[in-house]
């Protein structure tokens, strides 16, 4: 199942990564197990910033890198089969690419399922009052089902950026200012 028109911002070794366990999920009947490994550990790398530390530095070694995530998949319930993921990126220094297999991930997913994938980019938490209802905008736009994977970040001051496949809508305060402030340059 390729996914190499989805996104540039997703290398291609987040692409095969996330294309193999995805068939071998699928293949074992792991997937919605798998997917909510996957959505918690995302949930984690957003909370903790010496996670994210962790899995972007390049100082551990491989072994540091097994031994660190077995003890966290541990502590944090994961499956079996995830764990074992992990342990397989971890041993192969590949831990730096997971927020794109993850990515990649949900984008296949989303595929297989008839959806179509958006991201979402939002100054503060949605609500799931919120998720549902841009859900319901994205389909009537889209024509199909939509699966949205929502970051935040508050450096974009308010408003969202929407990408959905190529596509993006960017909404943003922080935008919006930008072009005032170009425009408010060029009349001067």
């Known amino acids: 199942m390729p996914v190499a028109d989805t996104s ?9 990564y996330a294309s193999s366990l995805f068939e071998l999920a699928l293949e074992e009947g792991a997937l919605p197990a798998v997917t909510a490994d996957l959505d918690r550990f995302q949930a984690m790398l957003d909370d903790s910033a010496d996670l994210k530390r962790f899995t972007a530095s390049p ?21 079996l089969f995830f764990t074992n ?17 993850i990515k990649a991930f949900r984008i296949i ?23 549902d209802e841009l859900k319901v ?7 199909k089902d939509v699966s949205i994977a929502v970051t935040v970040d508050p450096s974009i001051l308010g408003g969202l950026i929407v990408k959905v496949g190529s596509r993006q809508i960017d909404t943003s305060l922080r935008t919006k200012l930008s ?10």
């Open 59 to 79: 100082v551990f070694s491989a072994e540091e890198q097994v031994h660190a995530v077995q003890a966290l998949a541990a502590q944090a319930g994961f499956g």
């Open 8 to 16: 540039q911002h997703i290398s291609g070794v987040a692409e095969r």
């Open 85 to 101: 993921f992990l342990k397989v990126v971890a041993s192969n220094r590949r831990l730096f690419a997971l927020p794109g297999m």
């Open 179 to 188: 072009t005032l402030k170009l425009a408010l340059k060029e009349v001067g």
């Open 137 to 143: 905008a994205l389909k009537g736009v889209t024509g």
């Open 109 to 131: 997913a989303a595929e297989h399922r008839g959806e179509v994938s958006a991201e979402i980019t939002s100054a503060h938490a949605l609500t799931q009052a919120q998720e």
